[in-house]
């Protein structure tokens, strides 16, 4: 049953320190998205890449925050210097990105807390 | 920029209940998705509908996508508390792979 992992499920860390999230999306997807899911603004998109390539990442503030995608295996986030505002469960999804019926599998998620 | 706005925001319900969660929008989407997340999981892809007017059902829940494709349904049948959850519409558009997300309708269901 393939899933998409993420690490870490939880991770607690002092303002200022750096944070790094990382997701293994499912084998053949070539699509993968990194959304932050808050109380109090649901679920955002914060960066989306194609084939390893990055095509949007409006939705992340770029002072802070940094996608990337080392290999088809591998997709990270990065925050640094982390403030308490990032407090947030971040999700990796990963898709086949073909059709209009396009759909999106979550992993996890990587519960974020930032004293 | 394309908004979903879901209602109701929370629904609390008695087992055996019927309930229906909408999903609505200005804008046309190419697809609709449905989305389950259970506290702790990340959410899980319940249905797709493509066609306006399609309606699929998956046990006791039934969606349905509008003719116009603007918006959709989802009705549950005889609630049950492992029905409890967020509940999650997403639209695609034709410009590409990225999902438009409800706010959600957090649902209890109490025994």
């Known amino acids: 049953d393939a899933r998409v992992t993420q690490t870490p499920r939880h991770k607690v860390t002092e303002m200022g320190q750096e944070v790094t999230m990382r997701c293994q999306p499912i084998?053949?997807?070539?699509?993968v998205f990194w959304y932050r899911q808050t109380m109090m603004q649901g679920l955002e998109l914060l960066a989306y890449f194609r084939n390893r390539a990055p095509l949007d990442d409006s939705g992340m503030p770029k002072d802070r925050f940094s996608a990337e995608m080392p290999d088809a295996t591998l997709a990270t986030l990065k925050i640094q210097p982390s403030e308490p505002r990032d407090s947030a469960v971040y999700f990796c999804a990963s898709g086949r990105g073909t059709g209009s019926s396009y759909e999106q599998y979550f992993g996890p998620g990587t519960r974020l807390t930032v004293t | 920029t394309q908004l979903l706005e879901q209602s109701p925001q929370f629904l609390s319900i008695q087992e055996g209940e019927n309930l229906t969660v909408y999903c609505n929008s200005s804008s046309v989407f190419s697809s609709l998705q449905w989305y389950r997340q259970e506290p702790g999981e990340g959410p899980v892809l319940l249905v797709t509908v493509v066609t306006g007017g399609e309606v699929k059902k998956l046990k006791r829940l039934t969606f349905q996508f509008g003719d116009a494709r603007k918006d959709s349904s989802l009705h549950i049948t005889a609630a049950q508390p492992g029905d409890t959850g967020l509940y999650l519409c997403a639209g695609a558009s034709d410009a590409g792979n990225m999902l438009t997300f409800g706010g959600g309708t957090r649902l209890m269901v109490k025994p």
């Open positions: 084998l053949g997807h070539n699509t």
